[in-house]
């Protein structure tokens, strides 16, 4: 089959990486290249640095949108709205990593993780004018352990998306889009700003943001720190790994007798 990629993150790359070794990929849409670290390099996304190595052209403006004959456009973690006159020109399927509609919008992971579910899923499903609203082909559900990460759902979801894509395509015409059922869940765009701990959270609550987002912000008898690393035993939050400001990471016996 032909196939259109539409994708910018680097959790995309093994996925696109999979239909191209499968099917022909003749077109890749991603977010155009921006400035990055300190230096603010202009650099372009993974799935941009990807293609290229294939010769498969790459547009950065979804308003340069041509469907020069695929057959599917394929769509993950693009991070850009495609108007209803892009939709109208081919059969677009959406690979999202929630239990749909749970957690739409361009959060799923994060808030999944932040809410503290045991359990969630990847979606195909179909991309229509309401953000993640289409009706979905194909789910998957998986568990999610205590002290999964961000990362962990990313590259779980993103094997799952392989398998799932694979067996779409064998027979396109044997998934009808089942319309969904239930109350949405809206994410937002997170930043910053909401991974600074308020100590005043249960410990849990706490685990799940340095979950969810990596690490979380903090101050520490007057030191900034972020917290890479925590479990939560007997009902108490332990920090494994800290980071003070300005300084590597290290494990918190060794932050508790150099800073304490």
């Known amino acids: 089959m032909k196939i259109i990629l539409m994708g910018s993150s680097g959790v995309v790359v093994p996925v696109f990486e999979s239909l191209r070794k499968g099917h022909e990929g003749i077109g890749v849409y991603t977010r155009a290249p921006k400035p990055s670290g300190r230096k603010r390099v202009i650099t372009p996304t993974p799935v941009h640095s990807w293609a290229s190595q294939y010769g498969i052209p790459v547009f950065t403006s979804i308003s340069d949108f041509k469907n020069d004959g695929a057959d599917f456009v394929v769509v993950m973690s693009y991070g850009v709205i495609i108007p209803d006159d892009v939709l109208a020109q081919g059969r677009f399927i959406n690979v999202h990593p929630s239990d749909l509609p749970k957690y739409r919008g361009p959060s799923p992971i994060r808030q999944m993780l932040k809410n503290g579910d045991d359990e969630s899923a990847v979606c195909l499903a179909e991309v229509v004018h309401e953000v993640d609203a289409g009706g979905v082909f194909i789910r998957r559900k998986f568990s999610v352990g205590e002290n999964d990460t961000?990362?962990?759902?990313?590259?779980?979801?993103?094997?799952?998306?392989?398998?799932?894509?694979?067996?779409?395509?064998?027979?396109?015409?044997?998934?009808?889009?089942?319309?969904?059922?239930?109350?949405?869940?809206?994410?937002?765009?997170?930043?910053?700003?909401?991974?600074?701990?308020?100590?005043?959270?249960?410990?849990?609550?706490?685990?799940?943001?340095?979950?969810?987002?990596?690490?979380?912000?903090?101050?520490?008898?007057?030191?900034?720190?972020?917290?890479?690393?925590?479990?939560?035993?007997?009902?108490?939050?332990?920090?494994?790994?800290?980071?003070?400001?300005?300084?590597?990471?290290?494990?918190?016996?060794?932050?508790t007798n150099g800073y304490l």
């Not at 067996?167 to 937002?188: D, H, N, R």
Request: aromatic letters at 8%; glycine letters at 6%.
């Open 150 to 255: 961000n990362e962990d759902i990313e590259a779980r979801s993103a094997r799952i998306a392989i398998d799932l894509l694979s067996e779409y395509f064998l027979s396109p015409e044997t998934y009808p889009a089942l319309p969904q059922v239930g109350e949405p869940i809206i994410t937002k765009k997170f930043h910053s700003s909401d991974a600074v701990i308020d100590w005043s959270m249960p410990p849990q609550d706490i685990h799940n943001l340095v979950r969810a987002f990596g690490y979380a912000k903090a101050e520490i008898s007057g030191i900034g720190v972020k917290i890479l690393k925590t479990r939560c035993e007997n009902g108490k939050l332990v920090i494994l790994e800290i980071q003070p400001d300005g300084r590597r990471p290290m494990s918190w016996a060794d932050f």
